[in-house]
């Protein structure tokens, strides 16, 4: 019999472990929690995660953690292999970030960021040692013109780095 493992957040740390075992004709997973809410992370306590975690083929987990609750607490981008911090990015002190980051299994790291001002959104890849490109911008200021008016959240990386996303420019969308 084949076991396989899902990987979760908590907010509330609950933990059970099932060895593969079927119940009632389906598979039961073993489940491991990734991060919780309270404890410790790399840079922070984080109080929050974000809800759109992303998983790579080696089992390497993505995700947005908060050190404070709410929509403009910062964040940092998080990396983790087996419970081993490999990047904590933080966003920055005038920006935050999105909720959703995806990974691919170059260990890339795609997320939309946002000026806590709003005047500018970005979708960036994190490469290594939390640098990488800004794959797209948008602002809504016509002081400071860009493609886009804005870069929507949730854009997708393959695993040859190409990224893909949605922004908006006046009342039309583009992908």
């Known amino acids: 019999m084949r076991k396989t493992t899902v990987r979760l957040f908590s907010l509330v740390f609950l933990t059970f472990l099932f060895h593969g075992s079927i119940v009632f004709g389906q598979q039961v997973y073993d489940l491991e929690i990734v991060a919780r809410t309270g404890a410790p992370?790399?840079?922070?306590?984080?109080?929050?995660?974000?809800?759109g975690a992303s998983i790579n083929d080696a089992g390497k987990v993505a995700f947005v953690a908060r050190n404070v609750a709410g929509t403009q607490a910062n964040g940092r981008i998080m990396l983790l292999n087996n419970g081993v911090i490999e990047e904590d990015c933080a966003v920055g002190a005038?920006?935050?970030?999105?909720?959703?980051?995806?990974?691919?299994?170059?260990d890339q790291i795609i997320f939309r960021m946002y000026s806590n001002d709003g005047l500018f959104s970005?979708?960036?890849?994190?490469d290594?040692?939390?640098?990488?490109?800004?794959l797209g911008r948008g602002s809504m200021s016509s002081?400071?013109?860009?493609?886009?008016?804005?870069?929507?959240?949730?854009?997708a990386v393959n695993n040859t780095g190409r990224g893909v996303f949605s922004g908006d420019v006046g009342s039309n969308n583009f992908m």
Do not use: E, H, W, Y
């Open 143 to 155: 002081q400071f013109p860009q493609p886009f008016d804005v870069v929507l959240p949730n854009p």
């Open 128 to 134: 290594d040692n939390c640098s990488g490109p800004i």
């Open 41 to 51: 992370l790399g840079g922070g306590t984080p109080a929050a995660f974000g809800q």
């Open 94 to 106: 005038l920006a935050s970030a999105s909720d959703a980051v995806q990974v691919n299994n170059n």
């Open 122 to 126: 970005d979708v960036v890849r994190l």
